[in-house]
């Protein structure tokens, strides 16, 4: 079965860092854009960013432009959300996804980690 | 940013009923609209992506329409086990924006 599971989340206090992780499998990793979706405690989901197949493109929403970095290591099948100076309003669970597309028309996320929780808090 | 506007935010409906949700984006998006179902504690499933594309898997009581900047997700005959959230979201342009989402919940 296709599979991503995220780690790495915990709580942090504000100005903080996390490195979230996301490990595919059964799945070829490389053919895939990737992304990561928030959603905050009793929230709506909040895309955050994507990454193209090697790692040459990479999106932001703009309240974590400059603190949060995509990344990806094809060789371990792996994603990551770097994520720095940590504000409360970053509190959420954090999913890591599998864009389906075709050349560059995004269709939506089809497959989808079951989350890992990033508490910001004193 | 392109906004998406659901509607209702929640809606309460019998097993067998007939459910339309709607979504309204502030510009044209063509048919870059993906719908999800999400349960509680549980990741978001995707339902249908351009639109009116059912994902392989769902069943076929799902059903999505429109272009532009109005679209439809309609449950033929609600089952037991669609009682959940269900959000929309383009993808026609960064940032990529989720609707409100709409709650269903049983009469």
């Known amino acids: 079965e296709v599979q991503l599971v995220e780690s790495g989340g915990g709580l942090v206090q504000p100005g903080g860092s996390l490195r979230l992780s996301c490990a595919a499998s059964?799945?070829?990793?490389?053919?895939?854009?990737m992304s990561w979706v928030r959603q905050a405690p009793g929230k709506g989901l909040e895309w955050v960013a994507n990454?193209?197949?090697?790692?040459?493109?990479?999106y932001y929403m703009d309240s974590v432009k400059g603190r949060f970095t995509i990344s990806r290591d094809n060789a371990k099948n792996s994603l990551y959300l770097q994520i720095n100076s940590l504000r409360g309003e970053d509190t959420a669970v954090y999913y890591c996804?599998?864009?389906?597309?075709?050349?560059?028309?995004?269709?939506?996320?089809?497959?989808w980690g079951q989350g890992t929780t990033v508490t910001v808090s004193s | 940013d392109i906004q998406m506007t659901q509607s209702p935010s929640s809606l309460s409906a019998s097993v067998g009923d007939r459910v339309t949700i709607t979504c309204r984006a502030s510009?044209?998006?063509?048919?870059?609209l993906n719908w999800y179902q999400q349960k509680p504690g549980k990741a978001p499933k995707l339902l249908i992506f351009?639109?009116?594309s059912l994902q392989s898997g769902v069943p076929s009581r799902f059903s999505g329409s429109g272009s532009g900047t109005d679209f439809t997700l309609t449950i033929s005959s609600l089952q037991p086990e669609d009682f959940a959230t269900y959000y929309c979201?383009?993808?026609?342009?960064?940032?990529?924006?989720f609707g409100q989402g709409t709650k269903v919940e049983i009469k």
């Open positions: 996804a599998r864009a389906r597309t075709s050349g560059r028309d995004y269709f939506g996320m089809d497959v």
């Open positions: 059964r799945f070829t990793f490389t053919s895939y854009w």
């Open positions: 990454i193209n197949q090697d790692g040459s493109e990479k």
């Open positions: 510009q044209s998006i063509s048919s870059y």
């Open positions: 351009a639109a009116s």
């Open positions: 979201q383009q993808s026609y342009s960064i940032p990529q924006t």
